[in-house]
């Protein structure tokens, strides 16, 4: 199937003249060409009418299956359940102009297969697997009277976004076990977290040669390691050892974001859940306890994000929300544009993302044999990202690979 978008405004990594008007053929489910009043040849024309065309949004930190804000009890869901509650989490993204995100722990391959074989609506999905936590980690919910091992937590369940493993072998044996079963790269718990019962936000956690053979086992695999890191120690520690990726990264210093810059390390900031805690959490059942350490990261956020600027890291967008917090999705890019400017903030949910990702030139951009992801949105995001929010109330047309899976504001398809 050809299609012609005809009286484009396109807006990436490439194109940012608001005088500009091109046409952009889709064949065969990529971009083929790009121009100035391009012949038909038998395509559909869609006449954009000068309204923005723009790649498909990119979110490098989600957790599709985390459909309860209490992890410890996501996890226990059965897991039909937990499969089911999924869905609407990922229909709301490609609603909102999301085509692809990177699940930071708890998707697997077989729910990647079932979006890309159109049996469930959603993004394109780039898994994880379950993230990896030391016992007492980031990724262990149980409480601190509650006993056993760590082979007693569900980490097999659907609805648990991590596994415990403690030492070298162990942790080797789970990073190939992950990729095994498709894992496009790994997750680790590099330091303390909010949403954990019993350890403390500046806690170190995996050890060195941990974290180094979590590194090297992954590059073997030829992929990489992120890394949940909220301290300015955890970050270095963590980017000095091969890390590629920091998530969230709060409480980064100057020294610490040189150095991310320096080692060409990405930082995924996710400062929309902690707002969406402060706001929700209690109500939606978020422990106490996290509570209190949400407001500690959330106090720090916009600040991180001027170190980073500060030093050049560069940035991709994320938003690692949970529940019905997910609806909030779009709204990390207006938080990001209180330092950024809206161009950037795009960049950031585009071509950067797809970098991230290992992408670049497939995805997050409009251009000659990119994969046609496209969104039509209107008005102007590049003045108010706005435009890119309200559930995609602004974005008419979603297209991913090549079809349409939203158009004339509904969605038509399964993507």
Same mark, same amino acid.
């Given at each position: 199937?050809?299609?012609l978008?005809?009286?484009?405004?396109?807006?990436d /990594?490439?194109?940012?003249?608001?005088?500009?008007?091109?046409d952009v053929?889709?064949?065969?489910?990529?971009?083929?060409?790009?121009?100035?009043?391009?012949?038909? *040849?038998?395509? %559909?024309?869609?006449?954009v009418?000068?309204?923005?065309?723009m790649?498909g949004?990119?979110?490098?930190?989600v957790?599709?299956?985390?459909?309860?804000? #209490? =992890?410890?009890?996501?996890?226990?869901?059965? #897991?039909?359940?937990?499969?089911?509650r @999924? &869905?609407?989490?990922?229909? !709301?993204?490609?609603?909102?102009?999301?085509?692809?995100v990177?699940?930071?722990?708890?998707?697997?391959y077989?729910?990647?297969?079932?979006?890309?074989?159109?049996?469930? +609506?959603?993004?394109r999905?780039?898994?994880?697997?379950?993230?990896?936590?030391?016992? !007492?980690?980031? !990724?262990?919910f149980?409480? *601190?009277?509650e006993?056993?091992?760590?082979?007693?937590?569900?980490? /097999?369940?659907?609805? @648990?976004?991590?596994?415990?493993v403690?030492?070298?072998? %162990?942790?080797r044996?789970?990073?190939?076990q992950?990729?095994?079963?498709?894992?496009? $790269?790994?997750?680790?718990?590099a330091?303390?977290g909010v949403?954990?019962?019993?350890?403390?936000?500046?806690n170190?956690?995996f050890? %060195?040669?941990?974290?180094k053979?979590?590194v090297?086992? /992954?590059?073997?695999?030829?992929?990489? +390691?992120?890394?949940?890191?909220?301290t300015?120690?955890?970050?270095? *520690?963590a980017v000095?050892? !091969?890390?590629?990726?920091?998530?969230?990264g709060?409480?980064?210093?100057?020294?610490? @974001?040189?150095?991310m810059?320096?080692?060409?390390?990405?930082?995924?900031?996710t400062l929309?859940?902690y707002v969406?805690?402060?706001?929700?959490?209690?109500?939606?059942?978020?422990?106490?306890e996290?509570q209190?350490?949400?407001?500690?990261?959330l106090?720090?956020g916009?600040d991180?994000l001027r170190?980073y600027?500060?030093?050049?890291?560069?940035?991709?967008?994320?938003s690692?929300?949970?529940?019905?917090?997910?609806?909030r999705?779009?709204? %990390?890019? $207006?938080?990001?544009?209180?330092?950024?400017s809206p161009y950037?903030?795009i960049l950031?949910a585009t071509s950067?993302?797809?970098e991230?990702?290992? &992408?670049?030139?497939q995805?997050g951009?409009?251009?000659?044999g990119?994969?046609?992801?496209?969104?039509? +949105?209107?008005?102007?995001?590049?003045?108010?990202?706005?435009? =890119?929010?309200?559930?995609?109330?602004h974005?008419?047309?979603v &297209?991913k690979?090549?079809?349409?899976?939203?158009?004339?504001?509904e969605i038509?398809?399964?993507a």
């Amino acid at each position: 199937m050809s299609i012609l978008f005809r009286n484009a405004r396109v807006v990436d /990594a490439t194109h940012h003249d608001p005088d500009a008007r091109l046409d952009v053929r889709v064949e065969d489910g990529r971009i083929s060409e790009i121009g100035a009043d391009l012949p038909v *040849r038998g395509a %559909e024309v869609v006449d954009v009418a000068g309204r923005v065309l723009m790649p498909g949004l990119i979110d490098c930190h989600v957790h599709v299956m985390a459909s309860m804000v #209490n =992890l410890g009890l996501n996890a226990k869901l059965p #897991n039909a359940f937990a499969l089911f509650r @999924a &869905m609407p989490i990922l229909r !709301g993204m490609i609603e909102r102009g999301f085509t692809s995100v990177r699940d930071a722990g708890g998707a697997d391959y077989a729910l990647a297969q079932c979006v890309a074989e159109g049996l469930i +609506v959603g993004p394109r999905l780039f898994t994880s697997g379950k993230a990896l936590s030391q016992t !007492g980690g980031h !990724g262990d919910f149980r409480a *601190r009277m509650e006993y056993g091992s760590p082979d007693s937590c569900p980490c /097999a369940q659907y609805g @648990a976004i991590g596994r415990i493993v403690d030492g070298v072998d %162990e942790l080797r044996r789970a990073i190939r076990q992950e990729i095994r079963q498709g894992a496009t $790269q790994i997750k680790i718990m590099a330091s303390g977290g909010v949403s954990s019962p019993t350890d403390p936000i500046g806690n170190l956690q995996f050890s %060195e040669e941990e974290i180094k053979a979590a590194v090297a086992e /992954a590059r073997s695999h030829q992929t990489y +390691v992120m890394a949940h890191a909220y301290t300015a120690q955890a970050i270095s *520690r963590a980017v000095s050892l !091969g890390v590629r990726t920091i998530e969230h990264g709060n409480l980064v210093d100057d020294d610490a @974001a040189a150095l991310m810059a320096k080692m060409g390390a990405f930082a995924v900031p996710t400062l929309i859940t902690y707002v969406a805690m402060r706001d929700e959490g209690a109500e939606q059942g978020y422990p106490l306890e996290s509570q209190k350490k949400n407001v500690t990261v959330l106090e720090q956020g916009l600040d991180s994000l001027r170190i980073y600027q500060k030093h050049n890291v560069k940035m991709a967008y994320g938003s690692d929300l949970l529940g019905s917090m997910h609806q909030r999705q779009s709204e %990390e890019l $207006q938080l990001r544009a209180q330092v950024y400017s809206p161009y950037e903030v795009i960049l950031q949910a585009t071509s950067i993302a797809a970098e991230v990702l290992n &992408m670049q030139g497939q995805l997050g951009v409009i251009a000659p044999g990119a994969i046609a992801d496209i969104l039509i +949105v209107e008005g102007d995001p590049t003045i108010d990202l706005a435009v =890119l929010g309200e559930h995609g109330r602004h974005i008419p047309v979603v &297209m991913k690979d090549g079809k349409f899976v939203k158009r004339n504001g509904e969605i038509t398809a399964p993507a």
